[in-house]
């Protein structure tokens, strides 16, 4: 049963950074491409950054280039998302999520992931 639990969420003030992680069961998680998703309130979901199962492809959206940063750690069957210089507009809750064979093209393309976490909650404020 594929498992992924994120973890790293919090209240943190403008411009501050988190790392947000995500644990995921075996299935093999080496071989599959992974993503990262947020929803704010009222809002629908967004694809924020997907990763090739090696970690040599990275998609990061538009919204959040140069601030967010998507990583794996294979050995850990672990994805990061490291956000920095975070904004009011960030608060959201941030999803880690898959779908077994497909590679970040899927995600990029508007491919829904069979999987989901839980989420992490992240609020930006002053």
């Known amino acids: 049963q594929v498992q992924l639990v994120e973890s790293g969420g919090g209240l943190v003030q403008p411009g501050e950074s988190l790392r947000l992680s995500c644990v995921a069961s075996e299935f093999p998680f080496s071989m599959t491409a992974m993503s990262w998703y947020r929803q704010a309130p009222g809002k629908g979901r967004q694809l924020v950054a997907a990763?090739?199962?090696?970690?040599?492809?990275?998609y990061t959206a538009a919204s959040v280039k140069g601030r967010f940063t998507i990583s794996r750690a294979n050995t850990k069957n672990t994805i990061y998302l490291h956000v920095s210089d975070l904004r009011p507009e960030d608060t959201a809750v941030y999803y880690c999520?898959?779908?077994?064979?497909?590679?970040?093209?899927?995600?990029?393309?508007?491919?829904?992931?069979?999987?989901w976490g839980q989420g992490t909650q992240v609020t930006v404020s002053s």
């Open positions: 999520a898959m779908k077994r064979g497909v590679s970040t093209d899927y995600y990029i393309g508007g491919g829904l992931p069979d999987y």
């Open positions: 990763i090739s199962p090696p970690g040599a492809t990275t």
